[in-house]
């Protein structure tokens, strides 16, 4: 069974099916072939000003402070520009160069072998369970961490177990700790609580968690609030206010991403032996979009563009605007399912999914569009042979990191 | 250089303040010379030499050492259309400790995207990268007594800079130098070389333009060599010019058993295969090699070798597989766009050899 057996597609051809791989590979080639100047001063704009920001608020929070009447507004001038700072570094900037969004500019200092962003996560790790395994087995239960990274029950297919009923807490505790969520990602708790997971590379990873996260809580919990002197509470408290912003939106954005009501999950079985063409439609049915302004887009990474960044997951962020008016095009012109919506909907659906599936199945409906209808076995077709190598022919997929780490080429410490 | 210690240790402390980022991905926003991260550059002056060439003045930034041997090129690397071209020329200014600007003299190629660009489209101001001075095509200290420079055409810009260099530490030896141009409009530093041959009795310039007079037959007893220099089986001697004056003036030396005393230096580009696919990858850490077509990637051609090639999505999307082309060429089977600059990083699950080339890992 392969993607394109799935309900919502079973109105295609093989050869609609490979038509729309061909379209959407020109949309690619065209958006390749005209990325020039102008996309590089856009990043290179981006990365001034959320500097910039940066820098305004570790200097506004260092001096207010020091004024009685300055204190207040100054505090909450600088969290709120290095809560903004943090949320650009991590979405729109952080999270597209690691993608390789940018790598064509051969640039090394914005370029994904090296970029190392302004969260706990070290981006080695990022790079892994991120770019490779959320993007290659997008919504597949069983590979894809993003479904509930690990502690929430975020499909029915999962099965319940009585500690899922403290899911609404969970919830909440990811949410405000998204930053540490996210660093430990990559470890993949799921494994470790099976006893799959490799010692050493447990270990490893720990200990690379374990330098990033540290000097990232030293910098905003002892170095900056030291250099406010005696009222070094006050800094403290605004650089606590700017990482729990930047969790409570980074954690909103990313559940966006996947888990309203249209977006499906899939299992293993149904990405044996895909065609590229169908990875894409697994793309499309797997991935949610929000509406809202440039702005909006821009502080959530361009992520609300999910759709057109799990179609292309390496072509400029500032370009997804654009792709989307002809991937939109291109779903009503073969009748495909485009999940989209306000953002407060998308996030309403997600929370509404995480409430329900605290309890077991039978006490709750489902908000997904019909389930494909189970067919006995005796209609499926046989396997066609398209001509790639199955998985038993490839080596094993590789479980450590890519080449980049150890490489070598280290940032600042 | 005790000054510079107490200056590394503010560094790091501040690194303390900027993690993950470096203190110099802030001050380069200040000032765009003032980061060790990549070498900068700001190009302070354009001076026309002729009608297509130019000479860049620039200004290097932090982590600049002004050691480059004359005779040495560096790379440059500018935006053109977003993206990073990178080229080398060779540094025409002498070296000078107490230094502030290099210049590096560039003659627009017909075909040649950035030198064409650096000639004429690079205005004074303009932030570049650069990498450091490379090249064993250098005068020796001191110079030996005797000399004899071969160039031709924008060849004149290394032995410019082992001229400014004798000239300036007066130790300028018996030095002849043939310098072929197709008219004498298009000899880059005209005024220059008549001057310092003014200054020096021991140099001597012997012109030749070519567009007139026909080429330097260096074997021809009339007008090759023999004619030129007469005594250059004894001197050391240093060429410098387009690829078939090379292979000629080598071939010759050869020919006279005299290959020991010659420095070459070749400005044009070797071109990786001549347009055919395929070709031997050498994967330089490991060490094996592994002959393709144009079809397998590289990745697969890693793997073919036994090579551990890191790899994730084996389409083109992850990134996992990146690894750093250090020399030859590439080309990304997606949309046939070819990757040549040393030292890019390149996908390898969809890219394929075009020529020999080398793979770090």
Known sequence: MAIADVQEYTHLTDDEVEQIGRELDRIRADVEASRGAADAAYINRMIKVQRGLAAAARVTLMTTCHSKKARVPGAVAGATMLGLAKILENMEIGHNVMHGQWDWMNDPEIHSSNWEWDTAQPAEQWKHSHNYIHHQFTNVLGYDNDIGYGVLRMAREQRWNPANLGQPVYNALLASLFQWGVALHDLDLEKIRKGEKDPKEMKRQLKQIWRKGRNQALKDYVVYPALSGPHWRTTIKANATANLARNLWSYMIIFCGHFPDGAMHFTEEELEDETRSEWYLRQILGAANFEGGRLLHILSGNLGFQIEHHLFPDLPSNRYAEISERVRALCDKYDLPYTTGPLHRQYGQTLRTIMKLSLPNRFTSSDSPPEPPNRPDAVEAPPVDKGRKSDAELPPRRSELGGWSRSGIGRAS | ?361
């Open chain 2, 1 to 361: 250089m005790s000054a510079t210690i107490p200056w590394e240790r503010v560094r790091r402390a501040g690194a303390k303040l900027t993690t993950p980022l470096h203190p110099d991905d802030y001050l380069s926003l200040i000032n765009p010379l003032w980061s060790q991260r990549e070498l900068r550059g700001r190009v302070e002056e354009v001076v026309q030499e002729t009608e297509d060439a130019a000479t860049l003045v620039i200004r290097p930034g932090w982590g600049w050492r002004f050691d480059h041997r004359p005779g040495q090129y560096v790379g440059i690397g500018v935006q053109v259309e977003g993206r990073f071209q990178w080229r080398s020329y060779s540094v025409s200014s002498p070296p000078r400790r107490s230094g502030r600007h290099i210049a590096i003299t560039v003659r627009a190629m017909p075909e040649g995207l950035l030198s064409s660009h650096l000639v004429n489209g690079l205005a004074p101001g303009t932030i570049v990268r650069l990498a450091k001075p490379e090249g064993d095509f250098v005068l020796p200290d001191p110079p030996p007594p005797r000399m004899l420079f071969l160039v031709g055409g924008s060849g004149i810009t290394p032995v410019m800079a082992m001229l400014r260099t004798l000239d300036r530490r007066h130790t300028m030896p018996d030095v002849v130098l043939h310098y072929s141009s197709p008219t004498p409009e298009r000899m880059i530093f005209r005024d220059e070389l008549a001057r310092l041959e003014e200054a020096h009795s021991g140099l001597t310039v012997h012109r030749l333009h070519t567009d007139t007079d026909g080429i330097l037959e260096v074997g021809d007893r009339e007008r090759g060599l023999d004619a030129v220099c007469p005594d250059w089986r004894e001197r050391e001697t240093w060429a410098c010019g387009p690829g078939p004056m090379l292979d000629a003036v080598s071939a010759h030396f050869e020919a006279e058993g005299l290959e020991d005393r010659l420095h070459l230096e070749r400005f044009t580009l070797e071109l990786g295969g001549d347009g055919g696919e395929g070709g031997q990858i050498r994967f330089q850490t490991s060490g094996k090699e592994v002959e393709v077509d144009g079809a397998t990637t590289v990745l697969e051609a890693g793997e073919q070798a036994g090579v551990g090639m890191p790899y994730g999505c084996r389409m083109g999307i992850c990134h996992t597989c990146t690894l750093t082309l250090v020399s030859g060429t590439v080309r990304d089977l997606r949309n046939g766009e070819e990757y040549a600059q040393p030292n890019e990083q390149v996908q390898t699950c969809v890219t394929a050899a075009v020529g020999d080339c080398v793979i770090d890992i």
